[in-house]
């Protein structure tokens, strides 16, 4: 379908200087990602405190290491689909530009997005439950059991961020700082109901940013948004990133 853009919107994609991406599980579901809320969402046969949480890993470590290491399994399987590659092209074409995602599934590194803020971790890494230190799996190690830290033997666990846990704070900080400076937001396929994650698209609109949200259904958010781009990611995303381009690459060579 052709997506038909505001003229407030693309008088935004010429002008801005600073443009913040904030993805949720929604972009990776066209890779075949399950969701977490909706039809088909993971919290629709899990309980998200029996697995996603401190005392679930302590309660049952093999268990919780082995739904992960399912879904890392899952996850390295699948490929990264177009509407993480018009982030790739979006990034290229604005001074400022950084993509807060709340994914672990890594798919936005791997489609070549250079500045990426991880909010609840990445499914790929993992450190030692009990020193901290980061685990690196030897050959044949990763099997059904939680393996041991080499340093330490305690538990490790994966690099994700669990209920009842503190975002890392670097991540947090780097991100509010990009919701602030954004002339223009995006909040894609995300629910926009876990915090602190979903108060970045109102910091952002509170300092000025264009909110536009890209999401087949409205949201909490919607409300607040100035714009709703009501369609997959995979799809709007590509046409976004068309116009962007027509738009930024005219400027500049305009400019020469
Ligand atoms: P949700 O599963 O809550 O929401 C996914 C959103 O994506 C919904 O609003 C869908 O309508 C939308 N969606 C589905 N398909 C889409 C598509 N093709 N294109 C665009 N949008 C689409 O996922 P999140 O908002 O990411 O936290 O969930 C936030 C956090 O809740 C997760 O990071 C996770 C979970 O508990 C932790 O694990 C800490």
Redesign the pocket.
Known sequence: MELALSEALLRRIREASWVTAF?????S??SGVP????TG???EKFR?EEL?SMDAFLRNPDLVWQWYAHRREVMAQVQPNP?HTALVRLERLFPGFALIT???DNLHRRAGSATVYE??GNIERNFCSRCGELYRPEEGEVAGTVPRCHSCGGPVRPD????GELLPEEEWNRSVAAARSADLFLS???????YP??SLPMIARRAGAYLVE????P?PLTEIADELLA????E?LPQLADAAERIREGQRADEV
Do not use: K
């Open positions: 993805t949720g599980a929604g972009v579901a066209e969701t977490f809320r909706g969402g993971i919290w998200p996603a509407g709340q994914n672990i909010l609840h994700v961020v669990w209920f894609i396929g995300t629910s926009a109901v876990v994650a979903a890209i999401n087949p259904e949201t369609g997959r990611a995979g709007i």
